[in-house]
């Protein structure tokens, strides 16, 4: 993916396969010639990212008689956009050790105050979504309902305990919070999480907010939006190969297309930025790595009146969320395969998505069959139908990576959303556009997003996401050997 041509076909996620009529934007100016006058905000990457962020620069009042231009190096949602589990689901109080535990012990690193910003945060951006969903009449299979957080051993239960008194008490202290409504609940009643769950070892949970949507639906909505304006356009089949400053412009070279001239250029490249910034500490800070999801057609025991209720996330188990229509769709973290012992560790770092792990398709196939109660048998036809992987973009510090690139005066990212943009990208971006057009940080966006040198400091110190043991030892290699690279031999293409 990384390099062109893509020497290798990608599988074909539930949601990719469910959008190419004649609504979609497959192919959208794949043949076009590109524009040749200066352009004023030219996105790179047509993800979730760079869908919303031609959006929200095409609202009115924003950058009203600019130009835009998405340049996307295959399709519209053909990244992790496309691929993902669909799942809008707001961080839960359960992240809080995730997000104030040291850098150097994995965490974000953030102080109490900050990470109740970033939950805040997650919770504005599925309010966002719903009201411009709902505000623009888009028919993108969109949900907003509960999502249970399963717990089934005594160790990830008492941390969740620990994690809601801590949650409660610093709600306490900030003073927009203080005397609102908590949105989450959490029990510790086993046959309580049992019943609410359907899961059969379930011994605690949590509820709270949460969405899903087709996430290829959605990204198409808003790049239509944009498109409708007049002042944007996408043109697919367009990667960018080079970014270089010349009498205070970007030009972009197009591989096979020719350069294009930007005052501004906006990398929403996620998992293949690190490969565009090869050599520079933006390179270091993101590390991409795949993941692999499923779309599961259930028995008559869990349709119709019997059908799910809730979104998930589940202890040593996956994310899953239910679609209107057809099934269920769920996805596991690597880490979490691997710690099953159902992926090897050469599987840890692949770097293209066209590879499934056998070990997580037979896991994820039986996945629902062995854990929600009275699943019973599957008839032919009904079971695992998809099976797809994805490359997301992981951070130091878990949060994403928003702003101007430093010492790149015009260059600007939204990227790094460490397997969770879903939650996070509809408002980073519409603040990005603020910061852009206004040159003003808005405090609706946390500041531990904000893209700095001080941050690739301070983030030295983390462990890596994936070690260089399994990076080099990973199946990456295999890829690369096919297009005659190496890791040492791919250069930066920013200058
Ligand atoms: C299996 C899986 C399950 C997931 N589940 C969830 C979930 O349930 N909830 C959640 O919140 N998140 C989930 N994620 C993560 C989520 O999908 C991502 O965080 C989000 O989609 C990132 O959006 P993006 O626009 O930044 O990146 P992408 O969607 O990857 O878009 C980047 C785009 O840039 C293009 N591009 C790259 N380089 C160039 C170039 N040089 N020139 C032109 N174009 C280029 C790519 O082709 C791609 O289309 C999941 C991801 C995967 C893979």
Known sequence: MSNWPQPFVSTVSHWQATNRGRKSLY?????????????????????????????????????????????????????????????????????????????????????????????????????????????????????????????????????????????????????????????????????????????????????????????HKLATAYMKAAIATGQADLYSYSPVTSATKSDGLWQLAVHGKGDIKARNVIFCTNA??????????????????????????????????????????????????????????????????????????????VDDDAYVAEGISKWLKDYCKNNFAEWGPEAPGEGAMRIWAGMLCATKDTLPLVGEVPGKDGMWMAAGFHGHGMARIALVTKYLAKLITTNEWDEGLPQTFKLSAERFERGKVAPPFITEEERHGGLANKFMSVVGLNTSTVKSVVR
């Open 272 to 349: 293949h930025t690190p490969h565009l910034f090869e050599g520079s500490p933006i390179a270091e800070y993101l590390v991409p790595f795949q993941a692999q999801a499923a779309n599961v057609t259930p028995p008559l025991s869990f349709s119709g009146s019997k059908y799910l209720n809730n979104s998930y996330s589940i202890e040593d188990g996956p994310y899953l969320i239910f679609t209107p229509d057809s099934g269920i769709v769920l996805g596991l973290h690597h880490r979490t395969a691997h710690d099953l012992g159902v992926m090897t560790k050469q599987e840890l770092y």
């Open 27 to 215: 192919n959208h100016n794949k043949e076009a010639e590109l524009p040749t006058e200066v352009i004023d905000y030219v996105i790179v990457g047509a993800g979730m990212a760079g869908s919303t962020m031609a959006y929200h620069l095409t609202r009115p009042g924003i950058a009203d008689g600019k130009s835009v231009i998405v340049l996307e190096a295959k399709d519209l949602a053909s990244g992790a956009t496309g691929r993902n589990g669909g799942h809008c689901a707001p961080y839960s109080f359960g992240s809080l050790t995730l997000l104030t535990d040291p850098l150097n012990e994995g965490g974000a690193g953030l102080t109490i105050e900050e990470a109740i910003e970033v939950i805040d945060f997650e919770k504005r951006v599925l309010a966002y979504v719903t009201e411009t969903v709902e505000g623009e009449g888009w028919d993108v299979d969109f949900w907003k309902g509960e999502k249970v957080e399963v717990r089934i051993s005594e160790v990830a239960k008492k941390q969740m305990a620990n994690d809601y008194a801590k949650w409660i008490a610093a709600r306490e202290n900030n003073p927009r919070l203080k005397g609102t409504e908590p949105e989450w609940f959490w029990s510790e009643d086993a046959d309580e999480a049992k019943k609410a769950t359907r899961i059969h070892n379930a011994i605690a949970y949590s509820k709270g907010p949460a969405g899903s949507v087709h996430p």
